[in-house]
């Protein structure tokens, strides 16, 4: 390197993050949008900030294998470590292609997110990302090496490592550190350290081979045997405490062929496809599905009409009225966890709030009903997609050993969404139609989010992956494990080809391409690079606009209509009292339909059965026989059957004969044969009835209790007002009021947008050139150093903007707005006028006028030398 590029290579990370283009910046900070949350104020509180264990710990997180491998193996090279000395410990001594042809994105990655920094002959790792990956003996490394000769020497007496150095066949040296010295570069010699093994007994190479690939620590007796006593004396093992040794990292690097991890992994997995079937019947399967998830839904939320189950006082649905929910959907208990968490998630049901607090649909559900079905699915997947609530963790336990409730605290999972989402692009990178395994999937993850994949209890990630293949192939997301047209339409997701696949996971190279490095010591700098554009293969999904949302749900709503069924306007009625609805129907008629009749099974056709108790409801809710019969027949494609005519009629003829009102209550008849016989009835001595006149018996029990006493009785009364009016008995549905649906916990600040970002890096870049720009000197000998804000008077303020007016000069100034937040800004003013000054501001890039008085201070930027 000439003397002209030591110059200019960064001395620390501060500025290689100034040296970055704006396009660079913006990259960093969307990968990391926990470093504008605030806006730092110049680039040396964004690297400060960047350093932090917090954020570091973050980034490390996030990145995906190899290049997770590649930080550590940077954080045990020397440091700086030249680009061949990192590739060295990856590749090994015999070299590895794909290693060599995977490496340079890596490290582009690493410098990307501010993890790595410098030169290509002069790597290093931000502090706090060595001191996380290095080996020490509180935290092991994950590629198992242990310290260097220098550091496992550190404490030992001079005479000791001259000792070594004898023993080992090498010179006595002068002082200490040139003794290590000597001693380390034998271990990092090939040629003279297989020599020096050569002459080793086997049981001292055998000792060595259980270290190898760590943990590199052993317990010694004070009296080591023959085969340990061997390395002790050759500094092959170094004693770190009484008892305890450990394998220098060089020696291991040596017994490793330079390999710092046993297995590396520059590839992800492929995700081969497991099943492949026609996409006409993948998508004719999702759309199935999709049909009967909106029919759950309803059905759930129908089944909870007129109030659902009580809420716990901890929150959430106990465990019995989640078992009674899944018998009333007929599907298992963790299922119907999840249909109720989904319309949870949509907004559709909520608890009332009332006293007696109850869970029940909300406002919501009443307009979700009125849309067309693709529209009301699309809300559904939607609120799936996004919503952090992850209903597979229902019946598991928290930290603090409580059971997990459905619609219960506790089930948020930051990660589901972005799992979400990831699992399903895999599936669209897959050819049309083509399935993929579960576990291929679940290897897949693990590779891109490698720490993330490895420390969470029971492999949260894994579970969450393998939920999301059952919930989506549930809502018709899926279709026989493949992902549909209408699911990619929704996602905004590529059309899946193995192309696709193939360019996900194959890393090109070009090892004679050059690139301008901006961190590498400045712009112009040309150093030959084989690859300089991160892979981010499991980024988090771009945040989408409300507009380009609306557009993806409008164009899924658009294939899935013409695959769903059309609603039906009849019915087929059957002579043994049953109707047969052989598809959907309309929403007028299957209300209708689910009063009059009971629902006896569901499937591809659902069966209805008429009942005297389901006629009485009928009749109960305001309609008359006659009604009944011109409903049938107008609604059944077959004729009504004779015996459902009956049916009604005799039902209807009984209807109301007997009517019920409050005394506590009362009978009320024109027959008093009919009253004399209830009277002598048995059954009827808990309702403890007496006769108040020859129509009339009164009861001690209320009219609902009475009602309900003579109906299983046999008989048809009907209730009736205080006017003697026949009341008219309709379900009403309990709402709650008006809600928003659950807002989703996020993974850390969200990925911050375009116009942000914007915004964030102009004022970065201005608080930079205010604190590192000099300064005019003062007049006076006072002054305060370049890089802080002097104090200034009104007057001195004011003369100052006047002057910078006049100049066409550059300030720094601190201001205070309305709300009493301080901040410093860098302005070129065009004029003072009334007390306040217009400026061109740099930090928001645009004219703005601020009041003289709420400038704290102010400060002339000399000009810029070049």
Known sequence: MSSDEKQAAPRSLAEALRARDDGSLAALLRARPDLITPVPTDLTQLATRAGTRASVVRALERLDRFALQTAEALAVAPEPAPYETLLALLAGDDGDPAVAEALPRAVATLREQALAWGADDRLRLVRTARELLAPSPQHPSPTGLGPTVAEATAGMSPGRIQEILTAAGLPTTHDAVSAVASLTALFTDRTRMSALLDTAPPESLDALSRLV???????????????????????????????????????????????????????????????????????????????????????????????????????????????????????????????????????????????????????????????????????????????????????????????????????????????????????????????????????????????????????????????????????????????????????????????????????????????????????????????????????????????????????????????????????????????????????????????????????????????????????????????????????????????LTYLIDDVARRHGHLRIGAASAYVRCDDDNLLNEILADKRSQGLRLRRLAPTVLASQADPATLLEGLREMGLAPAAESAEGDVLITRAHAHRTSPRTAPEPVPDGPPIPDTTLLGAAIRAIRAGDLASTAPRKQATDSSSVPNGVLPRTTSAETLATMQAAVLTGGTLWIGYVNAEGSATQRVIAPIRVEGGFVTAYDHTADEVRTYPLHRVTGVAELADKQN
């Open 213 to 643: 690939w760590g943990p590199p620590y052993g317990q010694v007796t004070a009296d080591p045997a023959a085969r340990l006593r061997w390395l002790l004396d050759r500094g092959l093992l170094l004693p770190t405490a009484p008892g305890t040794v450990v394998l220098p990292r060089e020696v291991a690097l040596h017994l490793r062929a330079g390999r710092a991890h046993r297995s590396v992994e520059p590839l992800p997995p492929t995700v081969e496809p497991a099943a492949t079937h026609r996409p006409q019947v993948v998508d004719a399967t999702a759309a199935g599905q999709a049909y009967t998830a909106l029919a759950t839904v309803e059905e759930l939320l129908k089944d909870w009409d007129e109030g659902g189950p009580a809420v716990l006082r901890a929150g959430g649905l106990s465990v019995r009225d989640l078992k009674r929910t899944a018998v009333a959907l007929d599907v298992t208990e963790p299922v119907a966890a999840f249909w109720v968490e989904l319309a949870y998630a949509a907004g559709l049901l909520a608890s009332d709030n009332e006293a007696d607090e109850r869970y029940a649909a909300t406002p919501a559900y009443d307009e979700w009903l009125e849309r067309p079905a693709p529209e009301r699915w699309t809300r559904l997947v939607a609120a799936w997609l996004s919503a952090t609530r992850t209903a597979g963790l229902v019946g598991g336990r928290d930290t603090k050993d409580r059971t997990l409730s459905a619609l219960g605290p506790g089930l948020d999972r930051s990660a589901a969404p972005e799992i979400r989402h990831r699992v399903l692009a895999l599936l669209a990178a897959l050819p049309e139609g083509a399935s993929a395994s579960a576990d291929t999937l679940v290897a897949r993850l693990h590779w891109e989010r490698a720490l993330r994949g490895t420390t969470s209890s029971d492999d949260l990630r894994a579970r969450l992956a393998r939920w999301t293949l059952s919930e989506a192939e549930s809502l018709g997301v899926t279709g026989r494990g493949a992902l549909s047209a209408h699911g990619r339409a929704l996602l905004g997701l590529p059309a899946g080809t193995a192309a696709d696949s193939a360019a996900d996971s194959k890393m090109t190279a070009d090892p004679a391409a050059t690139v301008t490095r901006a961190d590498a010591g400045g712009p112009g700098d040309k150093l030959p690079v084989h690859h300089h554009r991160p892979h981010h293969p499991a980024s988090a999904p771009e945040p989408r606009s409300p507009a380009e949302l609306a557009s993806a749900a409008s164009r899924a709503a658009r294939l899935l209509a013409p695959l769903l069924p059309e609603p039906l306007d009849h019915v087929l009625l059957q002579a043994d009292l049953t109707a047969v609805a052989p598809g959907p129907l309309e929403r007028p008629l299957a209300d209708t339909l689910g009063v009059l009749a009971d629902v006896e099974s569901k499937g591809g056709a659902t069966v209805y059965r008429f009942t005297p108790g389901s006629v009485r409801r009928a009749l109960d809710a305001g309609r008359s026989a006659s009604d009944l019969h011109a409903f049938l027949a107008a609604h059944s494609r077959t004729p009504v059957p004779q015996p």
